[in-house]
C-alpha cells in the first residue's frame, strides 16, 4: 500500500480578499500574519493542517486512503510530445486517446481522434500547397516544434492530474516503442498522403518555368525569359544565340532559360538534369560560356544556376559560377 505523505503537515491559508489559497512556510506559520502573493494585501492566518492533501479534521480513514493506480498504461507528457514531434498531430491524438480510455472517458477519446485526424489533414493539405520558396524559409523545427507544444498543452489541461496520480501510485508507463512506434507509423502515412495529394491535383503546364519576357527562337525553338530594367532584349539575343552555338537550344528538346539581375550578378537560368549538374562535359562547356559572356562584358558578373523540377514539381537548383 502506498500513501502520498509528500505534503504531510502543510499548512495552508485562504486570502480573505481575493480568494487564493496560499502554502506557509514555518516563518510565516509562526508568526501568524502573510502577504498574498496574488493581490498584495496582508492578513491574519487562519492556519489549515493537511495530511495526504486532506485538511486535518478529514476522517482517519479519508487521510489514510491509499493511492492505487489506474488499470492499464498512461504515457507521460514527454513521451507524448516526443511522438508528435516525430510523426505530428495525428501520433499525438493516438497517444491522448489512449490515455483517455485508460481513464474510461471514451467520449474525449473519440473526440481527440477525430479532431487529431481532421487537424492533420488540413495542416498537410495546406503544406503539400504552399510555394517552395516560402518552405525554405521557414525553420525546420518549426512544425515538430509547434505541433509537440500543441500535444503538451492538451495534456496538461485535461490529463496531468490523473497521470501524476498513477505514476505516484505506482502504475506503468506506456512503453517507448508504442511511443517511437506510432510517430514512425503516423509520419509514413503523412509522407503517403501528401504524395498522393500532389500527385493527384495537376499542375499548371502552361505556365512557363521561368518569369520575364519571353524572346523565342524560331531557328531553335528555345526560348528566353529575361527580366526587367536594365537587362534589355538585346541581352537575352546574345544569351540565346550562345545557347545555339552550344547546343543547349535545339528543335530536338526547344529548351527555355532565363535570364535576370540578381545581386548585381547576371543569372542565367538552364534547365539540367540533376544527374548532369557534375558531369565534366557540361560544366566545360557552361565554364567556357562564362568566359565568352565575360569577355564580351568584362565590367559583368555572370553565373549559371542549373534547374530541375521533379515529379511533383518542386524545384531544385545549384549555381555554377565562373570560378568553378
Not at 507509423?185 to 500532389?198: A, E, H, K, P, R
Request: charged letters at 20%; aromatic letters at 8%; a negative charge.
Amino acid at each position: 500500500m502506498i500513501f502520498d505523505f509528500q505534503r504531510s503537515q502543510n499548512e495552508i491559508a485562504r486570502c480573505p480578499s481575493c480568494g487564493a489559497e496560499l502554502e506557509l512556510d514555518r516563518a510565516e506559520s509562526a508568526s501568524g500574519h502573510v502577504e498574498c502573493a496574488e493581490c498584495g494585501i496582508g492578513f491574519s492566518i487562519p492556519i489549515t493542517k493537511q495530511i495526504n492533501g486532506l485538511p486535518l479534521d478529514t476522517s482517519e480513514s479519508e487521510r489514510l486512503k491509499p493511492l492505487v493506480p489506474r488499470e492499464g498504461a498512461l504515457f507521460t507528457e514527454r513521451a507524448i510530445g516526443f511522438a508528435t514531434s516525430i510523426g505530428g498531430p495525428a501520433a499525438g491524438a493516438f497517444l491522448i486517446a489512449r490515455n483517455f480510455r485508460t481513464l474510461h472517458n471514451e467520449g474525449a477519446a473519440r473526440r481527440t481522434l477525430t479532431i487529431g485526424t481532421l487537424f492533420s489533414i488540413c495542416l498537410f493539405t495546406v503544406l503539400a500547397f504552399i510555394p517552395e520558396t516560402l518552405i525554405d524559409k521557414l525553420p525546420h523545427a518549426l512544425l515538430p516544434l509547434v505541433c509537440g507544444l500543441i500535444s503538451l498543452l492538451v495534456v496538461r489541461s485535461y490529463q496531468r492530474k490523473d497521470i501524476a496520480a498513477h505514476i505516484a501510485a505506482g502504475g506503468k508507463k506506456g512503453h517507448w516503442l508504442v511511443v517511437v512506434g506510432s510517430g514512425v507509423v503516423s509520419l509514413g502515412v503523412t509522407i503517403g498522403c501528401m504524395w498522393i495529394l500532389i500527385l493527384l491535383v495537376p499542375g499548371d503546364e502552361s505556365e512557363p518555368p521561368f518569369h520575364g519576357t519571353p524572346l523565342v527562337f524560331e531557328s531553335s525553338g528555345g526560348t528566353v525569359y529575361y527580366g526587367g530594367p536594365p537587362l534589355q532584349q538585346s541581352d537575352a539575343m546574345l544569351l540565346g544565340e550562345l545557347l545555339v552555338e552550344m547546343g543547349y537550344f535545339s528543335k530536338e528538346t526547344q529548351l527555355p532559360a532565363g535570364l535576370h539581375l540578381e545581386r548585381n550578378t547576371y543569372t542565367i537560368e538552364v534547365l539540367i538534369d540533376e544527374e548532369n549538374w557534375t558531369h565534366p562535359g557540361v560544366r566545360h562547356d557552361f565554364a567556357q560560356a562564362l568566359r565568352i559572356l565575360k569577355h564580351i562584358h568584362p565590367q559583368r558578373e555572370y553565373q549559371f544556376v542549373f534547374v530541375m523540377f521533379d515529379s511533383t514539381g518542386r524545384r531544385r537548383s545549384r549555381a555554377f559560377h565562373s570560378d568553378s
